[in-house]
């Protein structure tokens, strides 16, 4: 009897995290942190946790240099926003999808509501925007901080939108008032947050009262 031996070898692939060099500009004065980037392939996973920002890139491009943020804290003339306001600029940054989170400013209130800024109407050098949107990512209201995910970035705060007299359990025909408080002096869009509602169908609007 003949006894052999049969061995196979295996290759260990594993990839490793890098130092990646991280530079935050807040309210004024520049902070630099570290965050880290791992191999993902040809694209790459970012992650930076920081004790003003967390950040987690997914499928990311390769950052040339380092990432730089900016960010600032909210003013009274901010109103609704209740976080620190974040900017990133993403010329030279493709990503799958990002997580971030954020300080909130010690208001109390639960965030309920993602504001973003286009590149159109935010001033980069005074971290001003003309015109808040809502945006369709849902905040996760974490008690001092505010986490959610994107797949776009731009100006990007968490807000708390006050809508006096919540409506629900409607029958047809009901009519009702929904009361709610808006700041600013740009045009004011109302549209159903469900997709399935269509204005003129389902949805008859009377008027501002």
Same mark, same amino acid.
């Given at each position: 009897?003949?006894?052999?031996?049969?061995?196979?070898?295996?290759?260990?692939?594993?990839?490793?995290? %890098?130092?990646?060099?991280?530079?935050?500009?807040?309210?004024?004065?520049?902070?630099?942190?570290?965050?880290?980037?791992?191999?993902n392939?040809?694209?790459?996973?970012?992650?930076?946790?920081?004790?003003?920002l967390?950040?987690?890139?997914?499928?990311?491009?390769?950052?040339?240099?380092?990432?730089?943020?900016?960010?600032?804290?909210?003013?009274?003339?901010?109103?609704?926003?209740?976080?620190?306001?974040?900017?990133?600029?993403?010329?030279?940054?493709?990503?799958?999808?990002?997580?971030?989170?954020?300080?909130? *400013?010690?208001?109390?209130?639960?965030? *309920?509501?993602?504001?973003?800024?286009?590149?159109?109407?935010?001033?980069?050098?005074?971290m001003?925007?003309?015109?808040w949107?809502?945006?369709?990512?849902?905040?996760?209201?974490?008690?001092?901080?505010?986490?959610?995910?994107?797949? %776009?970035?731009?100006?990007?705060?968490?807000?708390?939108?006050?809508?006096?007299?919540?409506?629900?359990?409607?029958?047809?025909?009901?009519r009702?008032?929904?009361?709610?408080?808006?700041?600013g002096?740009?045009?004011?869009?109302?549209?159903?947050?469900?997709?399935?509602?269509?204005?003129?169908?389902?949805?008859?609007?009377?008027g501002?009262?």
């Amino acid at each position: 009897m003949v006894l052999g031996f049969l061995a196979f070898g295996f290759l260990l692939l594993k990839s490793s995290w %890098h130092t990646l060099p991280v530079r935050i500009e807040m309210d004024g004065g520049v902070s630099k942190a570290s965050g880290s980037v791992r191999s993902n392939g040809d694209l790459y996973d970012i992650s930076l946790k920081d004790k003003n920002l967390g950040l987690d890139l997914s499928r990311s491009s390769k950052p040339k240099t380092g990432l730089s943020l900016k960010m600032r804290s909210p003013s009274p003339e901010d109103k609704g926003i209740i976080t620190d306001i974040l900017y990133v600029d993403h010329d030279d940054l493709s990503f799958s999808s990002a997580e971030v989170t954020l300080n909130k *400013n010690g208001s109390g209130k639960k965030a *309920n509501a993602i504001l973003y800024c286009s590149d159109q109407n935010f001033d980069k050098l005074k971290m001003k925007c003309r015109d808040w949107e809502i945006s369709s990512a849902i905040p996760k209201d974490l008690g001092n901080k505010v986490s959610f995910a994107t797949t %776009h970035f731009s100006a990007l705060a968490g807000a708390y939108l006050e809508i006096v007299n919540l409506q629900s359990n409607l029958t047809v025909g009901d009519r009702f008032i929904a009361k709610f408080r808006t700041y600013g002096q740009n045009d004011l869009i109302i549209e159903p947050a469900d997709e399935r509602v269509v204005f003129g169908r389902d949805l008859e609007f009377e008027g501002l009262y």
